[in-house]
């Protein structure tokens, strides 16, 4: 199953003869019904709908046709109709205008402060008269499920590239882990070394180079608590089994978002552990490129639906 982002945009049109109804003479022209869907990233599906006069009351059908299909992000679907021969004015029929004449006078005969009919509304009613009446359902229906399967390819291509950089990044932290792990051991020896040097000099032993058996004791156990003190051992463990979880989740692919953003959390705070117990420049360096690491894949996470 693929992974999908939550980013993505798509539109399309289609063009339909819609014939005039009514009393009115038969006429014909061409509408051209315009559908688009953008979606960014979102906690929670958001549906966001703009629609023209005339398909308003068709948003409960696409709302049920996204809600099936699409479980997370930011949407918003625009659509209109536009006339494609937006330049060419029909005349109105008379019989038109002698209806909408009768039609004022009556008014005015009740409300003689009554504004006038004005060129654009005469222009307005009569194509509401002749195309109003048509039901887009059918094609609306058609156009969002083309727009929203352009979508959903558009946001399965943009979770493919999340994917790969995702898995770059993954390939990266464990380059560092694998660094970080043979450094304990050594600062450990150092350290109890260290620790011996000291006590040799404490004691005034440096010319004679024999220890006492209760300072090598002492120093032994000094150096163990500091090796539990900078063991990170544990650390590394759990981050790489992190890793492996967001391997594998990757692989499965679906709604995967949610989960992968909790093992960003995780992965952050093995790092930050790390740097904690950094005993070293070596491990301050590489508990400060995992984080930049980190960072960066949290952000693309957050666009993984």
Known sequence: MSVYSMTGYASAQHSSAASSQGAEPPATSDARLGLEIRSVNSRYLDLTFKLSDELRSHEPALRELLVRRLKRGKVEVRAALESNAANLVADPSARLLQRLNTIQDNVKTWLPLATPLSVADVMRLAAGSTGGTRDWQADLLVLAEQVL???????????????????????QLRRLAAQAEPLVPQLVAQQRQR?????????????????????????????????????VAEELTRLNSHLDELERLLGKGGEVGKRLDFLIQELHREANTLGSKAAALELTHISVDMKVLIEQMREQVQNIE
């Open 195 to 231: 620790f011996l040097d000291r006590w040799r000099d404490a004691m005034g032993l440096v010319d004679s180079g024999v220890l006492p058996e209760a300072a090598q004791d002492r120093a032994l156990a000094e150096a163990t608590a500091f090796a539990i003190r900078i063991d």
């Open 149 to 171: 399967q352009s979508l959903l390819a558009a946001r399965e291509r943009e979770g493919a590239r999340l994917v790969l950089m995702l898995q770059d990044r993954m390939g």
